[in-house]
């Protein structure tokens, strides 16, 4: 009995040379029980017709939900997601990525029936993958260890994400905390800066997608880019309300160390819990020059 419903959350923005063998990837799992729902942010090329002639010819308007807005960035194209989400998970899959094989959301579902009490799910592996769906290589996720405080840490990592941006989340606690910390505030989903706490997350022992990485990705974009560092400069001063790390370059150094050779985990951070008053250091240490000095 496939007891858990799984809700897909699809954002796209011209990605019709992509889009169908992702929706394939999602129609070909032995897992059924679970919903699409494609938000469509104002694409100029084809992607709608091809959305449309796909959900006609594989016989899947009662499984699939189309919405169209006028471009308003991903971000915006999720919250607009959120609102026709029937299922008990949230998944993020988007335009240009797969999942991984059929047995995906098969194996989540198991993982989500043996730890009913955890937020998120995080996979440890992502295989990275061309345009043309060939493995590039295959990347090493930290893996989440409860009971320490990784917040601090965002601030010796420039408030990029130590973990990964991608989850499969309780819908309760997407709608609450995700809709908070990613969608308004463009900081990793896991994260309550304010309260220094994080998600109850568990790191999975397989891969849950393969990641495309080429020059149409949303990263690669101006607005993508915009994006990423305005994401960066939030979590890094919002972090910085909280915690002070004394000797911050030489830290910052060992800490990358540790992190490359994926050991990050070992890395006690020395801090204190008081408010950093230079802010404009921190900026200045982690956010390149021509970043700061491009007109947007």
């Known amino acids: 009995m496939e007891r858990i419903k799984f809700s897909i959350l699809m954002p796209t ?43 006609k010819n594989a016989k899947l308007g009662d499984k699939i939900k189309y919405i169209y807005q006028e471009n308003s960035d991903q971000l915006n194209a999720l919250k607009n997601g959120l609102n026709y989400v029937t299922g008990d998970y949230i998944y993020i899959l988007h335009s240009d990525d797969l999942l991984y094989d059929e047995n995906t959301l098969l194996n989540l579902s198991k993982e989500c ?76 989903f896991w994260a309550n800066i304010e309260t220094c706490t994080t998600l109850k997350l568990r790191s999975l022992n397989f891969a849950t997608f393969k990641y495309r990485v080429f020059e149409k990705n949303y990263n690669n974009s ?48 020395f801090s204190k819990e008081q408010q950093w008053k230079n802010k404009a250091f921190l900026i200045q240490k982690n956010i390149p020059k021509n970043i700061l000095s491009t007109p947007y």
């Open 113 to 188: 029936d043996l730890y009913p009490n955890v937020g998120a799910f995080i996979p440890s592996i992502l295989p990275i993958i061309d345009e043309n769906s060939k493995l590039l290589k295959t990347q090493k996720i930290r893996k989440f260890v409860n009971n320490k405080n990784y917040n601090k840490e965002l601030i010796l990592s420039g408030g990029c994400n130590i973990f990964i941006d991608m989850a499969l989340f309780k819908k309760d606690i997407f709608k609450k905390e995700v809709f908070y910390n990613y969608l308004t505030w463009n900081r990793p």
């Open 222 to 269: 101006d607005l993508g880019l915009l994006n990423f560092y305005n994401g960066v400069l939030r979590t890094l001063i919002d972090s910085s309300e909280n915690f002070y790390i004394p000797f911050y370059s030489l830290q910052r150094f060992f800490y990358k160390v540790f992190s490359k050779l994926n050991i990050a985990n070992l890395y006690h951070c």
């Open 13 to 55: 923005y011209n990605d019709s040379d992509t889009i169908v063998e992702t929706l394939d990837s999602l129609k070909s799992q032995k897992y059924k029980n679970w919903e699409l729902i494609i938000i469509n942010d104002g694409s100029k090329d084809d992607t709608e017709g091809i959305i449309k002639a796909y959900i």
